[in-house]
């Protein structure tokens, strides 16, 4: 946990001396929620992403993953290239995590791999009335180094609503909700698997530059020997210290016996 939260103070403490170039607004990242944003970043900017996770497993060792890094390029108003790293070290999945990684020991012996992810985003439709703004987002991770080796395909597809709500400051923008469902098809220790996470968040801006959310997901793998469903309840806010800066963190409790019983997840986002 020192060591994560060193990272994090570290990747802050740099980028907040940096000066951006990008238009005013919240970054849409999409590290802060469990469920993806719907927007993708302008033809022309960049936008990058961390996060310093550390989960308590049910049983076994604990999950720490870092620094989930990712850069996402923007080639067109509607698409993004995506491109990242990340290192995980425990004894169970990070499923918590926009990051898919190997399912985890069956023995509770430690598990390490370092993975990295390529993919795009493609926004496909804006809001209009009760027809959401949706997107899709198509990526891949392939280990590096670690336990277990094969290139996890990982599909996702996103939908959000504006609502006419704006609490407690009419100068807030917005309330939205965001639902979402991804699939991946995963290598465990036992073979492949499919892995289906559905999710939904309900996004409540404060202020111009604070917001809270609540949200609910859920991992249902199907084809994987002792697995069952985990579902999770997790809270989280960020705030934009400057208008090109972001750091965020969340928590989350599984809501069953064979789900981890808490996680937490500490991040950033820093467009230019």
């Known amino acids: 946990m020192r060591r994560s939260l060193a990272i994090t103070t570290l990747v802050a403490a740099c980028t907040i001396t940096s000066i951006g170039i990008a238009a005013e607004g919240d970054l849409g990242t999409d590290r802060d929620a469990f469920t993806p944003c719907t927007h993708t970043i302008p033809a022309g900017s960049l936008l990058m992403e961390a996060s310093s996770v550390y989960i308590d497993n049910r049983s076994g060792l604990p999950t720490n993953n870092y620094p989930e890094w ?31 990684v190997g399912e985890g020991t069956q023995d509770g012996s430690r598990l390490y791999e370092t993975s990295l992810l390529y993919g795009f985003k493609l926004s496909m439709s804006d809001q209009d009335d009760w027809l959401p703004e949706t997107c899709f987002i198509m990526e891949a991770t392939t280990p590096v180094e670690g336990d277990v080796f094969g290139t996890v395909p990982v599909a996702t597809g ?25 699939y991946a098809y995963s290598e465990g220790l036992d073979g492949w698997f499919s892995r289906w996470t559905p999710s939904t968040v309900l996004r409540m801006p404060v202020t111009e530059r604070w917001e809270l959310h609540a949200e609910w997901f859920g991992s249902y793998p199907v084809g994987a020997p002792g697995r069952s469903g985990e579902p999770f309840f997790s809270p989280g806010t960020h705030i934009m210290l400057t208008k090109n800066f972001e750091l965020g963190v969340r928590v989350g409790w599984g809501l069953t016996a064979e789900t981890a019983p808490f996680f937490c997840d500490a991040g950033c986002g820093w467009r230019w």
């Open 158 to 182: 996103a939908a959000a609503w504006e609502l006419p709500v704006r609490f407690p400051l009419r100068t807030a923008e917005p309330w939205r909700i965001d639902v979402a469902v991804r």
């Open 70 to 100: 990712l850069l996402r390029i923007g080639a067109t108003e509607r698409f993004e290239w995506r491109f990242g790293v990340n290192y995980g070290v425990g004894s169970q999945g990070t499923i918590v995590t926009s990051v898919e």
